[in-house]
Nanobody
Framework: QVQLVESGGGLVQAGGSLRVSCTAS????????MGWFRQAPGRDREFVAA????????ILATSVQGRFTISRDNAKNTVYLRMNSLKPEDTAVYYC????????????????WGQGTQVTVSS
């Protein structure tokens, strides 16, 4: 079992920046990938970014390329999502996810999920 705890969400004005973090605990030795997804009210959960836990390769959704960066600190078992040039349409609950098998764009690739952290971007 792996437990994930997100932190760092909040309220920010459009154009601003925010960093959310996700710390994993438990059986983390088998992690292959970690990802960020988000869900806005009335919308489906969508992929934001993913990172290969050992090699550091990254994938970003088209909508956030050039604005968001995903990174990890293996020593702290933590993955970060740095969000710059935030837009009101980035407002959502951001979820961290972890997988012991892959690190792709599909939510069903991930077994472990955090409780989510709210990010609100005001116009």
């Amino acid at each position: 079992q792996v437990q994930l705890v997100e932190s760092g969400g909040g309220l920010v004005q459009a154009g601003g920046s925010l960093r959310v973090s996700c710390t994993a605990s438990g059986h983390t030795f088998g992690l292959v990938g970690m990802g960020w997804f988000r869900q806005a009210p009335g919308r489906d959960r969508e992929f934001v970014a993913a990172i290969n836990w050992s090699r550091g390769g990254t994938i970003l959704a088209t909508s956030v390329q050039g604005r968001f960066t995903i990174s990890r600190d293996n020593a702290k078992n933590t993955v970060y999502l740095r969000m710059n040039s935030l837009k009101p349409e980035d407002t959502a609950v951001y979820y961290c996810a972890a997988s012991g098998r892959s690190w792709g764009r599909r939510a069903d690739e991930y077994v472990y999920w955090g409780q989510g952290t709210q990010v609100t971007v005001s116009s």
